[in-house]
């Protein structure tokens, strides 16, 4: 099923059913809805998944980083007035969503966190990618997964296209740099809610003695390891990665 996406207020979303428990995606430097399809699929009726489209090539260079999208969300959850939120990133999504947890623990009821930084990451590093170099991007976006063909010939023209755009190509990199200077190790036991952490055997990017460290250091949190994965578990393994959440937003009716 494919929702339209919402424009008001200055933001661009995606929400499928108002009024019913929010399920909040939150997606990764270079992510998109597509990203999150099987989730979509799966949850769309029984909650609001609500998925806001980062501006991460549309803030100005001053704005740009995790402080500036950490305000992005900030607003928009203010503007939606949304509590007992389940908050889910992927990657910088995930990154991002334990910022908000720490500042906001009264309007989040869970986290889910599924080859998040905050540790640790090892993607496209601190220089600018190999623009102009297709090969290159493509290889880079097979390595994400565990199965390259993952990497569809539609997702690395959309890679190909951000690291050649050279405004995005800057924000990419202010992102990035930005994401490496926020390590939040210090912080995560202060995180109080129940965490899942989704982690792929192979990831690459965030390996798994990532997943393990958060696991380690967020006190109320579960790792389930997924083999023959990498770095996006609800794209490359949608029926596993669906089932682990279900049970995990089951778990907690269980308790309440």
Not at 29 to 39: A, D, K, R, V, Y
Not at 101 to 119: E, M, N
Not at 199 to 226: A, C, H, M, R, Y
Request: glycine share 8%; charged share 20%; hydrophobic share 40%.
């Amino acid at each position: 099923m494919k929702y339209k996406a919402i424009e008001e207020n200055g933001f661009t979303y995606i929400e499928t059913n108002p009024g019913k428990e929010p399920l909040v995606l939150l997606h990764g430097l270079l992510g998109t809805l597509s990203n999150f399809t099987g989730i979509v699929a799966k949850f769309g009726d029984t909650h609001n998944i609500v998925f806001p489209i980062l501006p991460i090539f549309d803030l100005s260079l001053k704005n740009s980083g995790l402080g500036g999208l950490l305000k992005y969300i900030e607003s928009f959850v203010e503007f939606k007035n949304f509590y007992n939120i389940n908050l889910l990133g992927n990657s910088l999504g995930g990154h991002l969503a334990q910022l908000y947890t720490l500042k906001h623990p009264d309007r989040v009821d869970s986290l889910i966190l599924t080859g998040s930084s905050g540790l640790f990451e090892n993607a496209m590093g601190s220089t600018f990618p190999k623009r102009g170099n297709y090969e290159y991007i493509k290889n880079k976006a097979a390595d994400t997964f565990y199965d390259p063909k993952i990497a569809t010939k539609e997702l690395v023209d959309e890679l190909f296209e951000a690291v050649n755009d050279r405004n995005k190509a800057i924000r990419i990199i202010i992102t990035a740099k930005s994401a490496i200077r926020h390590n939040l190790s210090d912080k995560l036991s202060q995180i109080n809610c129940p965490t899942l952490l989704v982690w792929g055997k192979q990831d690459g990017v965030t390996p798994l003695f990532v997943g393990e460290k958060f696991n380690e250091l967020i006190s109320n949190s579960k790792l389930v390891v997924i083999d023959k994965c990498g770095h996006a578990p609800m794209m490359e393994k949608p029926d596993e990665f669906n089932d682990i959440l279900l049970n995990f937003l089951e778990s907690l009716k269980v308790k309440i």
